[in-house]
């Protein structure tokens, strides 16, 4: 019986996300202003002989504003929230023995520096010059995009809260920078980076 019960569950947890979506998009445009972002939820358990647990129930909103004050300038902005509902969901098993982190959460819950839990994860102005792109404000910087693996992308640090489960635009702590690119013809570029974070 418990097999048959370890089996539903799992058949459910994978087929759920085809009968509800996980992540819900949007996208408006009105003059020179974009709005746009995701309401997602992410879930994890922990499948024990006789005991199926949660271990996290994220929920994240994410929204991205873009002003374009003319053809040459750009404002970005993109905030997130999350909320891990786990620890109000249950309080016995894996979650008990976790306990300690909930009252740590509640003690010390306001933002840190080098997590995902900054409300403002981007904000930057883009300046299009003829030769020049310029980025300045707190960013993501990529080099060498590759499926699954960074050997070059290695400018912004990584959070690992999920260890390798996040995807990389979602792991990459943002750091306050200023980016400039100067096209070299049309096939060559040249990069500086400029970190005082």
């Keep these: 019986m418990k097999m048959i019960i370890k089996v539903l569950v799992i058949i459910t947890i994978l087929t759920f996300p085809l009968v509800i979506g996980t992540q819900v998009s949007f996208a408006f445009q009105y003059g ?3 709005l746009g972002g995701y309401l997602r939820h992410e879930s994890s358990l922990k499948v024990g002989d006789d005991t199926v647990e949660p271990m996290w129930f994220e929920n994240i909103l994410q929204l991205e504003l873009t002003y374009h004050l003319n053809e040459n300038i750009d404002f970005f902005l993109m905030t997130r929230g999350y909320y891990d509902a786990v620890y109000d969901a249950k309080n ?19 933002h840190r520096k080098d997590t995902l839990a900054d409300a ?14 310029i980025r300045i404000g707190k ?16 400018i912004n640090p990584t959070d690992y809260r999920k260890f390798v489960q ?6 990459r ?3 306050w920078s200023a980016k400039i690119d100067y096209a070299i013809g049309l096939n060559n570029l040249l990069e500086l980076v400029i970190i005082p974070d």
Aim: charged share 40%; proline share 0%; hydrophobic share 40%.
């Design 32 to 34: 020179n202003w974009d």
């Design 166 to 171: 996040d995807v990389f635009e979602d792991s």
């Design 92 to 110: 016995g098993g894996f979650l008990k023995e976790h306990r300690v982190r909930k009252d740590l959460r509640d003690k010390y819950s306001h």
């Design 173 to 175: 702590i943002t750091l």
């Design 139 to 154: 960013q993501q910087i990529v080099w060498g995009k590759t499926e699954g693996f960074k050997m070059l992308d290695i």
């Design 120 to 133: 403002i994860r981007e904000a930057y102005i883009d300046i299009f010059l003829e030769d020049f792109d």
